[in-house]
């Protein structure tokens, strides 16, 4: 049993926008001491994805987490995580299977493995992710009720930009054209959960009111949009109670993932 003061943690690689800002605020209200990792864990990308490129502004990152009173900011070094002779992954067939999992097969493997390595060496109490990547924070969720690993795991609301694109590291890769057309995606998972409040219960309608606005712009293709159960991310052929509007999409080379939670017009009834 951990003993002492309660500590947070906030895992990232960097990069750090005002989206991590709220995840390390939300941590610091609930927290004495607050740890905030910064990795580029290669295992997460594929052989074509962005591991060269990813952005790393260190010493801004450094300055973010002084001035947001973080105790500890670790880095540690691939090395350091995967010395030689490491083989553990820790894998979840069925969850990390679909959506992302299918553009990005090893991804959800390396991201378990790294988040329960890092759980293993800070030893939080209280672990934040961001509800941008949805499907990651099911994964966490699911990893640490299987393993017993005893970290409390709170998924905090996605931050947005004045025109809804969802704060990523990723967005400083869109052109000054493409950063305009990424609003598409939040336009198109508005247009779901509009339909939805307004009492659409056919998943596959909603899920083609959706499309057609991103069909709008030739210059994104669609990568999957889906209206799914939150805890389980099967699809829902009827809406009922919460769902969570999953969406992914590319814009030249760059892609884009985002979500919303909405709650079906029968269900809110019942409150
Ligand atoms: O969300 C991220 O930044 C990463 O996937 C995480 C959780 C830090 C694991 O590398």
């Not at 305009?180 to 959960?193: I, P």
């Not at 709650?263 to 809110?268: F, H, L, P, T, Y």
Request: a positive charge; glycine letters at 8%; hydrophobic letters at 40%.
């Amino acid at each position: 049993m951990r003993e002492g003061v309660r500590i947070g943690f906030v895992p990232t690689m960097g990069a750090l926008h005002e989206g991590h800002r709220a995840l390390i605020r939300a941590a610091r209200l609930r927290c004495a001491a607050l740890v905030v990792s910064i990795f580029v864990n290669p295992t997460q990308f594929g052989p074509r994805e962005d591991l060269a490129k990813y952005p790393r502004p260190i010493r801004q990152d450094r300055a973010l987490c002084r001035k947001e009173g973080v105790d500890v900011c670790f880095e540690p070094t691939v090395e350091a995580m995967y010395p030689n002779g490491f083989q553990t992954m820790v894998t979840l067939p069925t969850i990390a299977r679909r959506w992302e999992g299918e553009a990005r097969p090893h991804h959800f493997s390396g991201v378990a493995t790294v988040v329960t390595k890092l759980f293993g060496m800070v030893r939080p109490h209280l672990a934040l992710f961001g509800q941008k990547d949805f499907q990651q924070s099911v994964v966490v969720r699911r990893l640490v009720q299987d393993l017993n690993l005893g970290v409390e795991i709170v998924v905090c609301p996605t931050v947005r930009e004045a025109d809804g694109l969802a704060m990523s590291s990723r967005n400083i890769y869109l052109s000054p054209d493409d950063r305009v057309r990424a609003t598409t995606l939040y336009k198109s998972l508005q247009t779901g959960a509009e339909a939805i409040r307004n009492g659409v219960v056919d998943g596959e309608a909603v899920r083609s009111a959706m499309a057609q606005v991103v069909k709008k712009e030739p210059a994104i293709t669609i990568d999957y949009l889906a209206v799914c159960d939150p805890t389980t991310l099967e699809p829902l052929p009827t809406v009922t109670g919460k769902v969570v509007l999953l969406g992914a999409v590319r814009i030249g080379p760059t892609r884009l993932i985002d979500n919303i939670l909405v709650v079906a017009k029968q269900a809110r009834r019942k409150f």
